[in-house]
Structure formats: C-alpha cells, structure tokens
C-alpha cells in the first residue's frame, strides 16, 4: 500500500476503520524480527545508517547546546529522555524494511520523499503526542529539581552531577525522577510501538493507530516488555560512547520494529 498521500489531513477526517486483529506474540517473534532487523542493515548500511547518524549528532547538538547556554541541570534529563523521540526519527527505516520485505527496489529519493511526506499524514500528529511527553519529561524534573533540591548549589557540571549522585538530597531526586520517568516512558512505548510503523503502513487514523499500539501491548505484555527491555538497554548502551552508538543501535531497532509490527498486525486485505 503506497505511503503517500497528497495533502495534510486532520485528525479525525480518516474514515473510521474497524480495529484490526492483534496477533499473540512469542519470544520466538522477537528473535526472528531482530533477525531481520539485522538484515536489512547490512543489506542497505550507508542508507541505515545516515539516519542513526543524523540522530546521534542531533543529540550531539542538544547537548552541546545545553552547555553554551549554562542550562546544565537540563542535560542530564535531556540525555535520558532524547530516546523517547527515537520511534519518529525511524519513519525512514520503518519504510525502507517496508520496501525490502514486498520486494520494491528503492533509492535514496524514495526513501527521503516518503520521510518529507509524514508531515502530511497522520505521523504528523503523533510527533506532538511524542513531544509532549518529552517536554513533560523535562519540566517534571525540573519541579523536583525546584522542590528537592531547592537548597543546592552547583555552578558546574561536576557540582551538579556530585549533588545528585553523592547527597540523600540528590538520591532522592534519582529516585522520584527515575520512577516518574518510567512510567512516562512506559505510555509512550504503549501508544507508539505499534502506532508508529502502522502509520506509515496504511491510512488510518492515528487515535486508532495508538489504541492498536496499546492493544498489542496488553496482549502480549511480556513480550512488548523484553523488547521495551531491550530497546531501553541498547539506547542506554549506544548514548555512553557520545551518541555514537546510535549511528548503528537506531537503525537495527528500527527495523526490528517494522517486522516485530508486522507479526503483531495482520496486514489489509485486498
């Protein structure tokens, strides 16, 4: 089914379609995605790759930015939460594993034409719902920040990272930031997983693309769990080497998250 269309659409003008089927999902699915996955990265690297690239040094330039400006309190949180924006930056990947897997040749063009068009689709409304929840990410720091560390003082990056890791103060604003961050992270792996790759599969609308996501997710708990697992390790491990990591980490979960969609959602019928 072709990925384009010609004009914006609100949300809510799609026809409405009955909710498609949610496959039960096993390790076994996992596995042979990430199989995949893995695949089409060494089939097309330079092309994988440029995307990982462009989000590593994206982070980069939050980073560096960050520093520039003195906002130093900000990079920490910037860096744990900069993963949760990665599921919009795959739209290439999601369609290039999609042209690999029905056979279609395709070039660099196609690849960046099909990723200038989200912003005409309904992928266009779920970046807000992406970016939202990252700036509640940030702003919820910020307010413990403001109540639990209220006191401290640190005119550097050293005298801010030894407040939070070497006072009770600071444990404590681990503790409650890490716990509000999980579950935050945990809504957005719910209603994007899924509703990500199905919005560059089909047209539909993105409301019933993320309750399919969360759908998908409450049947077949531990194994949505393991991958939301892995993601979250692989990203931790690929942000350590100064974004670099991500340059080859994005796009292989990319791709397994194209064909991990796949065995979850049937596809349309005719």
Known sequence: MSSK???PTPPGDLPRQAMPQVNTLSAED?????????ADFLARPVMSGFFGLLYAVFGILIVWSLFRLGQLWVIIPAIAGFPLVAPFAAAGLYEMSRRRQA?????WADILGVVANQRKREMGWMAFVTLFVFWVWIYQIRLWLAVILRDASFSDFGGFLNVV???PEGWLFLLIGTG????LSAVLFSVTVIAMPMLLDRETDFVTAMITSVRTVKE????????AAIITGAMILSLVPAFLGLIVTLPVLGHTTWHLYRRAIPPVQG
């Open 103 to 107: 056979n279609i040749s395709f070039g």
């Open 180 to 183: 509000v961050g999980a579950i």
């Open 220 to 227: 077949n708990p531990v194994v949505m769990l393991t991958w």
């Open 5 to 7: 269309t010609e004009s």
């Open 165 to 167: 890791f070497f006072t």
């Open 30 to 38: 996992i596995t042979a995605a990430l199989k995949a996955g893995f």
